[in-house]
């Protein structure tokens, strides 16, 4: 069970945000119809808001279980009441790719999805080949996903039924005799309308299950390429390097040099070039996040509410032997100085972790958003970066943090990521979506 999030996140629309607010009667008894069908209790509250997946924080603290609709954290279910939900966030869940295989299943159906919630509610799973991870041999075993889905009035049922029927009468002769099978149809086309024009039963319910991360085992990296896959987690999860040699590599998260060397091989870094890094103000972040990161260790309570570039640099004059010492923002400056110098870093002369600091993932790599939630966990002084693309992480070093060091993390990111997410993500990180 996940705890409560502390309200200044929830106050600040830094967890929880862009929710679909649920307060009409018909729409609150027909999310219960989908908890009864999950053998869970009715909500009794008059009002709550859900995810795309349908999940809901203000449920899951009714019932006192956050993984109401994923119990085992896998085969996660799922509730639509409106179609409107493809435009929403994803807020909990154990896979990062459940978003998106929601937004697939979501557009890739969205005729059916409209005609069905107009009179009803959809729910199921997001079915795949395990009950329970065990080991990561489990997790691997996952190629596909099924989406199976049901309806509470079983109107995808009665369409299916009516389509067959449609079908009978079609192909034998004298079906239009049978007076039960027409009433029969009557019944069922007040239920489902014209299944000519409305598509009621979706079309593609199987996906495939890519590049992901997982809450499993303290947290799991699985990247795809053509004849490799390759998991990097801690060497503690059960299973690892277990099996498969020839299919599977296994690398420890504890490892960043070899991290570093699969990420940049595979085509997935931006390394440290003239060409983007002058014009994003990519080190010139790095360089901030580190030094008040060393100002939270050196001064956890100081208050940072009127912090401004002057008195960060007028700090960083007075504790240079604490600089000096972890070593991180005299790497950046001097990265600066012989990028701005030769238009590139030689990348193989910096220490392992370090690298890290200096890099991003390729934007137009299809593992851009995984790539960069992995380089924010080798780079945990950066909490902008943690929170734009390692919201468990995120959450997590925030549980951890002072009350004066949380406000100002709320205070930074508020006015920094906040302000026009779309424009600082294509600045420092050349996201365009």
């Known amino acids: 069970m996940t705890p409560a999030k502390p309200d200044l996140l929830r106050d600040n629309e830094l967890i929880y945000g862009r929710l679909l607010p649920v307060d009409e009667p018909h729409l609150i008894q027909r999310y219960n119809k989908a908890l009864a069908a999950f053998g869970l209790e009715p909500t009794k509250l008059k009002s709550f808001q859900i995810d795309r997946t349908g999940f809901s924080p203000e449920i899951a603290e009714e019932c006192g279980d956050y993984d109401y609709l994923d119990p085992n954290e896998v085969n996660r279910r799922f509730i639509i009441l ?18 998106q295989l929601m937004f697939e299943f979501m557009s890739k159906n969205r005729r059916a999805i409209d005609a069905l919630t107009i009179k009803d509610v959809i729910y199921g799973e997001i079915e795949d080949s395990v009950p329970k991870v065990n080991d990561i041999e489990d997790l691997l075993s996952i190629n596909q996903v099924e989406f199976k889905v049901l309806s509470a009035e079983d109107v995808l049922g009665k369409a299916a039924e009516l389509g067959k029927l449609v079908d009978r009468l079609r192909q034998e002769p004298d079906a239009w005799r049978d007076n039960a099978m027409l009433e ?41 390429d053509p004849d490799m896959t390759t998991v990097i987690c801690d060497p503690a999860a059960p299973g690892f390097r277990r099996s498969r040699p020839w299919q599977v590599s296994y690398l420890s998260i504890n490892d960043a040099d070899k991290v570093f060397r699969f990420l940049a091989a595979s085509g997935r870094l931006d390394l440290p070039r003239a060409s983007w890094i002058e014009a994003s103000g990519y080190l010139e972040h790095r360089a901030e996040m580190v030094v008040r990161a060393l100002i939270r260790d050196a001064e956890p309570n100081r208050n940072l509410t009127d912090v401004d570039k002057v ?25 600066k100085r012989e990028i701005a110098q030769f238009g590139h870093l030689k990348i193989e002369d910096v220490p392992p972790r370090q690298r890290f600091l200096v890099v991003r993932a390729r934007p137009d790599h299809h593992d851009a958003w995984l790539t960069n939630q992995l380089i924010s966990d080798f780079v945990p002084q950066d909490f902008v970066s943690r929170y734009v693309f390692n919201k468990p992480g995120f959450y997590k070093d925030f549980d951890g943090f002072s009350d004066a060091w949380r406000s100002h993390v709320v205070d930074v990111l508020k006015t920094t990521y906040l302000k026009d997410k779309a424009a600082f993500r294509a600045r420092l990180y050349g996201l365009t979506d």
């Open 184 to 224: 029969r149809m009557v019944d069922l086309a007040k239920v489902c309308g014209d299944i000519r024009e409305n598509a009621l039963v979706p079309d593609q319910v199987i996906f495939r299950h890519n590049a992901y991360w997982t809450s499993h085992f303290g947290g799991l990296y699985v990247f795809v």
């Open 311 to 335: 008195w960060l640099q007028t700090w960083i004059q007075r504790n240079a032997d604490l600089i000096t010492s972890d070593g991180n923002f005299p790497f950046l400056n001097a990265a």
């Open 82 to 99: 409106t179609p409107s939900q493809i435009d929403l966030p994803v807020v909990h869940t154990a896979f990062s790719n459940t978003s």
